[in-house]
């Protein structure tokens, strides 16, 4: 079943940040980036909660130093 989130990513400041966290969710199975927003420091995103959980998805973007909140 697709799931639909929106995470608060404080740490999100410019071009190369939406870059760095766009890439690193879409690099997980089954995620689709929607919209990731530096003015609101928010990004948007559907998974398939079969293929990956929010646990993972967090995990992935503290790998490369963004931290998500709900």
Known sequence: MSEET???IPAIHC???VKTV???LEALPSVKVTEVDPATKHARLQFEESAVNLDQIREAL???GF???D
């Open 15 to 17: 071009g190369g940040c």
């Open 22 to 24: 766009t890439r690193t």
């Open 67 to 69: 931290s998500a909140e």
């Open 62 to 64: 503290d790998e490369v």
């Open 6 to 8: 929106t995470l608060k």
